[in-house]
């Protein structure tokens, strides 16, 4: 008996695995010859980082950079057009800039308080003040669409089709921590010295939460890069310090508070999994404009 020949569907399931697949090999092969790169300058000459601060941050708008090349490729002017859509999206509810804006600062805030209960001891609190962390957020957010216009505009939407919102939630997860990974092994970089296995819980957990975050804003770009921004500056609230005993990446012997921060995360992230169960960013003339579900809120 011969073999039913593939559907439609079929043909779009393996196109989009093919397109999926070459923005991540793409975008690793390129970012990470930036970062390997700025690496090298960096430990050739130490005292100039401006050159090798130059080279990261061009590999960290790669992401975006190859996701609107292949939409450009395959979709044309009005397939970029679409996919940049996103990034001007800020008509949603005000709730939902608190919660981008709050995010982490409030993982933090009550991670120190559970090392307050546990240990007797507050840990140490950082000393930028709150309004140079606004600051910051407003200068970095603009910034962060050198990532989330790839990430979350481009991968997320496809990877959806394959895994549902849910599954493809994490495994983008664990892809864009991988993505950082060259960052652990480069003096005088933010991440050298700390557990990259404790960075990829974190990070895993945290794109559940962006991924709530975009699929309940119906495709908002601004909002998960503010989001963004908001995490990457606030984060210092409290810091989690690298274990004095770490010798790799690999070692899971972090302070208490960096596990207590990972904990958290994941008690969110469990919560937007069971919410998105089932959930899907397919665009489908019969349900809501931007998913399988038309619950998504805008006010």
């Not at 609190?125 to 140079?132: N, S």
């Not at 910034?143 to 983008?172: C, D, H, M, N």
Request: with cysteine.
């Amino acid at each position: 008996m011969s073999a039913a020949p593939p559907t439609q569907f079929d043909k779009q399931s393996r196109s989009g695995a093919r397109a999926i697949v070459e923005f991540f090999v793409l975008t690793y092969v390129v970012s990470w010859a930036f970062f390997a790169t700025g690496g090298y300058v960096l430990g050739r000459i130490p005292s100039d980082t401006l050159i090798s601060g130059v080279l990261f941050l061009g590999g960290t708008i790669v992401p975006s950079l190859v996701a609107i090349a292949l939409t450009a490729r395959n979709a044309g002017r009005n397939g970029v057009g679409t996919l940049l859509r996103g990034v001007t999206k800020w008509r949603v509810g005000l709730r939902w800039y608190v919660l981008a804006l709050s995010y982490m600062a409030v993982i933090k805030l009550a991670a120190a308080l559970l090392n307050r209960l546990t240990l007797g001891t507050w840990p140490r609190f950082g000393q930028v003040p709150w309004y140079l962390i606004i600051v910051a957020i407003m200068f970095s957010t603009p910034v962060q669409a050198g990532e989330e216009i790839g990430w979350r505009g481009y991968a997320l939407p496809r990877l959806t089709k394959q895994f549902g919102l849910a599954g493809a939630s994490i495994v983008l997860g664990v892809i864009w921590a991988c993505w950082h990974l060259p960052f652990f092994f480069i003096p005088g970089s933010d991440n050298f010295g700390q557990s990259f296995l404790l960075y990829l819980m974190a990070v895993t957990a945290i794109s559940v939460a962006m991924a709530w975050v975009y699929w309940r804003t119906n495709g908002s770009l601004l909002l998960t890069m503010l989001l963004h921004a908001s995490i990457n500056n606030t984060a210092g609230i409290v810091p989690s310090p690298a274990s004095t005993a770490a010798t790799n990446p690999f070692y899971l012997n972090a302070s208490l508070v960096a596990w207590l921060v990972v904990v958290l995360l994941w008690t969110g992230a469990a919560y937007f999994l069971i919410r998105m169960r089932g959930a899907s960013l397919n665009n489908h003339s019969s349900q809501s404009a931007f998913g399988g579900l038309a619950c998504c809120e805008t006010n």
